[in-house]
């Protein structure tokens, strides 16, 4: 009880130390709907949610920050998962959504019952709500303008994307494809679904790799990489450049690759901990502080030379990561 009591006071010194207001954040519940946890990403996004979030409850920030997540990727799931929180009666509703604006009517229900909402990755076009973006389309744009000039004689290209009918699949594609279009030295001459994990993506390569002539590169999400540097080795093709999406898994496979050959690539996705930041911004909002509607945070991006130092952070079976305190919050929302 002593260690426990100790700890709270620790976490609750530190959260003061950062400046957050906690007497108007005190008796409120916040709450995470997720909707999807079937990959690496995710599931280092939803460990990231705890990590934080926990210390915050004991420390007195805030009541609660329970986190849900759907069995299937559905809009429906997902809009009744809302709905729930809503007559559960949490006070902030932090939403990794499923689609851009699907959700749009249950999360206007959820503000005209004066609840906060903020949205991140997935984000929603829902006016009332909060947005914490990436510039997914110039993520995906950073991959070929990389593959520009490392390879300006160009080549083949295959496209490993991400969960279909997601809005981070859509927009990561079209800085993909916008690029590699205004590069006419590129050709992207196939395309799969990854689903942003190593199993799903190694089996859609095999499956299309008979029937595709000669790969220079792949472009991908993230969660791919190494499932397409398996199937490369299966099908006995030499292997291309493969971007990678900051797994653990992949920076693996990169460092041996590098260490034994010399292989050059990049590797770049969101952090997961991104899931924090939109923690701190929904407790900023229900202290009353001003926050835009929108928020965009920068993508994490590896270069040949910074794959050791974040290999050696990167957790075994988890994604490169920024995590975010109440402090990080105030600056991202201030503009620093």
């Keep these: 009880m002593l260690k426990k009591t100790l700890a709270c006071t620790i976490a609750l010194s530190a959260l003061l ?16 709907s997720n909707n999807y946890a079937g990959n690496s990403w995710r599931q280092a996004m939803l460990k990231s949610w705890d990590k934080v979030t926990k210390p915050a409850v004991e420390a007195g920030i805030v009541a609660a920050a329970d986190p849900f997540t759907t069995s299937e990727n559905q809009v429906t799931e997902q809009a009744a998962q809302i709905q729930n929180l809503i007559l559960q009666g949490y006070n902030a509703i932090v939403v990794n959504a499923a689609s851009p604006d ?43 303008e990389y593959l520009a000039k490392k390879m300006p004689e160009g080549g083949n290209l295959l496209e490993i994307r991400g969960l279909a009918g997601v809005f ?91 260490d034994k050959n010399g292989y050059e690539t990049m590797s770049v996705s969101i952090a997961p901990g991104v899931s924090t930041l939109a923690f701190w911004v929904a407790q900023m909002i229900l202290d009353g502080k001003e926050v835009p509607k929108d928020l965009t945070v920068p993508f994490l991006r590896i270069d040949q030379d910074t794959l050791e130092a974040n290999l050696a952070t990167t957790e075994k079976g988890g994604v490169a990561n920024v995590e975010y305190t109440a402090d990080d919050a105030a600056k991202v929302v201030a503009g620093k």
């Design 168 to 258: 981070v699949d859509d927009a990561i594609s079209k800085g993909i494809n916008e690029t590699a279009a205004k590069n006419a030295q590129f050709k992207i001459v196939g395309s799969v679904h990854g689903d942003w994990a190593q199993e799903v993506a190694q089996k859609a390569v095999a499956g299309i790799l008979p029937s595709l002539p000669e790969i220079k590169a792949v472009v991908t999400q993230g969660g791919d990489g190494y499932g397409a540097a398996q199937a490369f080795a299966a099908a006995g093709r030499p292997t291309p450049t493969i971007i990678m999406g900051n797994r653990q898994d992949e920076l693996q496979w990169w460092k041996e690759q590098k």
């Design 102 to 144: 699907a959700l749009n009517g249950v999360i206007k229900q959820a503000c005209d019952a004066g609840i906060i909402v903020v949205s991140f990755d997935g984000i929603v076009t829902e006016p009332c709500a909060w947005r914490i973006a990436v510039d997914f389309e110039k993520m995906g744009a950073s991959e070929v």
């Design 17 to 32: 130390a950062t400046g957050v207001a906690m007497a108007d954040t005190k008796d409120k519940k916040i709450a995470l």
